[in-house]
């Protein structure tokens, strides 16, 4: 959670009092302008929402160039491809080059400014004391929204180099304001490996310090990488669905008292352990627990979703023929909204769906052979920018399924996250001939991680504080641990904080010393998680964000101190081939461009174990 005292809501329909974010879509809709995403100059994002349940539109921009033009209208920020500001969803297969062509034209960088705009407090707050035996905290950035706009392709195991994937050198200029960038378009040539895994991937904006409000205004879309999985669905004849979760805004909050706390506490009764001692996070003057004001508004594929009871009219309508199996993608492309996505019938009760890929890479052993697939009841976690692909059978005749997202603590100083509904799914007209599915997983060029040796382990800390001064902001940090480390918020321009050679693997504990949820995002590498909170995963997965656990107190007698933080235990491989600046963030978008944000340099040539 970030303290932005100014709520904004973005939907739409926002003009009309019927939309309350409690009310219904359906009835909004019913009353907004028909929709039309056809991007005019008195309407450069189009005009009224879409109607539960639509279709993304595709482009295949292998013969030709695809052109994103970033387009402003107030506070609506919008891809415009081929005339329409429903940014597509753009397909490319493996082995091949994708060629996009990204032009800036916002003309109101101030209404970009405006959406993390802070309140004002009664009583300011206090740096944090400086504390032998604990790391230096510096205090914040601010970063006033330019405008300036890029593409960062999420999951692409490309280069951070342009005209690849560099979201740290390469930005482009709004129409309307300063011109630091030195350009008003760039051309990116993303050249896809044969061997990146196939699946969902996506694409947002990261100029840090305001993807949050970027994308909060519309910037984002998906990608899927087609290779021999996509090629083996079609011909099974299975119908893909593409869903997209994106959120409208991110509302205030209060802090309650102290008392309240749950992982910080006074700093009296702070004592290191011996092992902390010179090495210690500061967990007494963290970021406080939360009193949300709000509930995030989210949307599903452009349709506002509603909260509680809402009619089904409200919702997107889904049928899969009777006895036959449709494959849903599901991107999360929330700022900080996480999902917990499940089946369940009227009444409640999970249904069966079968997971095929996490982030774009199909379940798969470390040599790349699938695991045995089968249908869960269990929900699925979504972390802000995570991806799932599942199989989904048609709900037995008269019986109506629901895609939901479950309520989700998220600490407390996290966001309230209730559950809300998505969509109905219905069984329609038994197919002629029902497909089995086909196997996904083939080997790519994260397989053998495991089995590789760790040339070195880190510890990776995530810290939040609140920013000193009479605003109402917080500072987010990411830092690896080591003696004399300083917490630093993330600014554009710093060195890289760790500096590899290519073909080393290592292991990383990323531990979150706050009382919220984090989500641990690394560009170009996918990784296997091989622990949670100290608990070894069976089959850890191929992923390139997941969630990192919020801190607990455990009382003053831990070796570790009264606080111990969530963990978990990450193996990656820094393959030659992406060599360079590689950025690694929280997915919490408003974290990341308020500090939670890091660079790792990968050094081009050999490691004793690739030669
Ligand atoms: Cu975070």
């Known amino acids: 959670m970030l303290f932005t005292g100014m709520s904004s809501a973005f939907l739409r329909c926002e003009a009309l009092p019927c939309c309350a974010l409690a009310l219904s879509a359906a009835v909004c809709a019913s009353e907004s302008p028909r929709y039309d995403p056809h991007s005019t100059s008195a309407a450069p994002c189009g005009v009224g929402i879409p109607p539960p349940g639509h279709q993304i539109p595709e482009v295949r921009p292998a013969a030709k160039n695809l052109t994103l033009t970033v387009r402003q209208d107030g506070k609506h920020l919008c891809y415009v491809a081929a005339g329409s500001a429903d940014a597509p969803v753009i397909r490319v297969r493996l082995g091949s080059q994708l060629t996009v062509t990204l032009r800036n034209e916002i003309t109101d960088p101030d209404a970009i400014d405006a959406v993390s705009g802070p309140a004002k407090l009664t009583a300011g707050n206090e740096p944090v004391p400086k504390r032998s035996g604990f790391y230096e905290?510096?205090?914040?950035?601010?970063?006033?929204a330019s405008g300036a706009t890029n593409l960062h392709v999420h999951g692409f195991a490309v280069p951070p180099v342009k005209p690849q994937d560099d979201v740290l050198t390469v930005c482009t200029d709004p129409a309307v304001g300063p011109a630091r960038c030195g350009r008003r378009a760039f051309?990116?040539?993303?050249r896809v490996p044969a061997n990146m895994p196939e699946g969902l991937y996506w694409y947002h904006p990261h100029v840090h310090g305001e993807v949050q409000a970027q994308m909060l205004m519309g910037l984002s879309g998906a990608i899927?990488?087609?290779?021999?999985?996509?090629d083996a669905r079609r011909a099974a004849g299975i119908e893909e669905r593409i869903l997209i979760v994106r959120q409208t805004q991110d509302v205030d909050a209060g802090k309650t008292a102290a008392s309240a706390m749950t992982a910080a506490m006074p700093s009296s009764v702070t004592e290191p352990g011996p092992m902390a001692a010179a090495n210690a996070i500061d967990t007494a003057h963290e970021l406080l627990c939360a009193t949300s004001a709000g509930i995030d508004a989210i949307s599903f594929n452009g349709t506002p979703v509603p909260l509680?009871?809402?009619?089904?009219?409200?919702?997107?309508?889904?049928?899969?023929?009777?006895?036959?199996?449709?494959?849903?993608?599901v991107l999360n492309a929330a700022t900080d909204a996480f999902l917990d996505l499940a089946l369940v019938d009227e009444g409640g009760k999970p249904l069966p769906l079968e997971v095929v890929a996490r982030d774009g890479s199909a379940l798969s052993d470390d040599a790349g052979v699938a695991l045995p697939?089968?249908?869960?009841?269990?929900?699925?976690?979504?972390?802000?920018?995570?991806?799932?692909?599942?199989?989904?059978t048609a709900p037995p005749a008269g019986i109506k399924a629901y895609l939901i997202t479950h309520a989700i603590d998220t600490g407390c100083a996290g966001d309230r996250l209730p559950e809300r509904r998505l969509a109905v799914l219905t069984a329609g007209p038994a197919a002629v001939a029902p497909a089995a599915a086909p196997q996904f997983a083939h080997p790519d060029l994260f397989s053998g991680l495991l089995a590789q040796h760790?040339?070195?382990?880190?510890?990776?800390?995530?810290?939040?504080?609140p920013r000193p001064g009479s605003e109402d902001q917080t500072d987010f940090y990411i830092v690896e641990r080591k003696a004399g480390a300083v917490l630093r918020p993330y600014m554009m321009g710093d060195a890289p904080a760790i500096t590899v050679s290519a073909g080393t693997t290592e292991e990383w504990v990323v531990e979150n010393w706050t009382n919220e949820l984090h989500a641990f995002h690394i560009h170009q590498v996918h990784f296997r998680v091989l622990e949670i909170d100290g608990k070894r995963i069976e089959n850890p997965e191929l992923l390139d964000v997941v969630n990192v656990p919020y801190a607990t107190a455990t009382g003053y007698h831990s070796a570790e101190g009264p606080i111990r933080p969530g963990r978990v235990r990450i193996k990656l491989t820094f393959p030659a081939a992406l060599a360079g600046d590689i950025p690694f963030h929280c997915h919490l978008a408003d974290h990341e461009d308020n500090g939670m944000m890091a660079v790792l340099r990968v050094l081009p040539g050999t490691s004793p174990h690739q030669q």
């Open 224 to 230: 899927v990488v087609e290779g021999p999985q996509e």
């Open 137 to 144: 905290v510096v205090p914040g950035m601010h970063h006033h």
């Open 308 to 329: 509680g009871d809402a009619p089904e009219s409200a919702l997107a309508h889904f049928s899969i023929a009777a006895g036959a199996v449709q494959f849903w993608r």
């Open 454 to 465: 760790t040339d070195a382990e880190r510890v990776i800390a995530m810290a939040e504080y």
């Open 187 to 190: 051309t990116y040539k993303y």
């Open 373 to 392: 697939r089968g249908p869960t009841l269990q929900s699925q976690g979504v972390p802000p920018s995570g991806r799932i692909e599942f199989l989904v």
